[in-house]
């Protein structure tokens, strides 16, 4: 009986509790969290089974990210504790974001579904149109190397299906080695 007193009110705590983000924005709750936890789990449940490897749950949710998510320009992109969360459910709730957007939603799902440490990077690629823009994108460490998953590349660049899933940056590097001062962000529940 006390243990269940204990949950309710920590529940209800979690409705109440926020987390400081850089001044001017929204502050996100333990809720937000929570939910993130949430959709990532159900989105990963629905499109994975368990008996899957790894790669071909990382191949099926990198798939799923491009058939189910489109593309919206968002200007400017501003780096506060909480941002890869905070994109990611607003990918998964909208169904539409920028390269940030898709960036956050696959490396949760990547992270949920393998427990491989995920990150995103920002900075500047030249996929698209050959010029240096702005871009982020997700990597998977395995067995101590990193990879590049970049379902928002994939999906728009051309002639681009199944070329930026799961390669190394020897591969790409034309296209990422290209740019400097590369930021990385760490996803983690």
């Not at 409705?15 to 001017?24: E, K, L, R």
Request: aromatic fraction near 16%; charged fraction near 30%; charge should be positive.
């Amino acid at each position: 009986m006390f243990k269940n007193i204990i949950k309710i009110i920590l529940l209800l705590l979690a409705f109440d509790i926020t987390t400081s983000v850089m001044p001017g924005h929204e502050c996100v709750t333990v809720y937000a969290r929570t939910n993130l936890t949430s959709k990532t789990e159900k989105i990963v449940q629905k499109n994975t089974k368990p008996s899957d490897s790894e790669k071909k749950k990382l191949k099926k949710l990198f798939k799923y990210v491009e058939k189910k998510y489109g593309y919206k320009r968002v200007t400017g992109f501003e780096d506060y504790s909480g941002w890869a969360g905070d994109y990611a459910i607003e990918m998964y709730t909208e169904k539409k974001g920028s390269c940030y957007h898709f960036a956050a939603a696959y490396a949760f799902l990547a992270e949920k579904a393998t427990g491989y440490k995920v990150r995103i990077g920002v900075g500047k690629t030249n996929g698209f149109s050959g010029d240096l823009q702005n871009h982020a994108w997700t990597e998977v460490k395995i067995n101590s190397k990193w990879y590049i998953c970049d379902t928002n590349m994939d999906k728009y660049a051309e002639n681009s299906s199944g070329k930026y899933f799961l390669k190394s940056r020897n591969k790409l590097k034309k296209v990422y080695n290209n740019y400097k001062d590369v930021k990385y962000f760490m996803t983690g529940f």
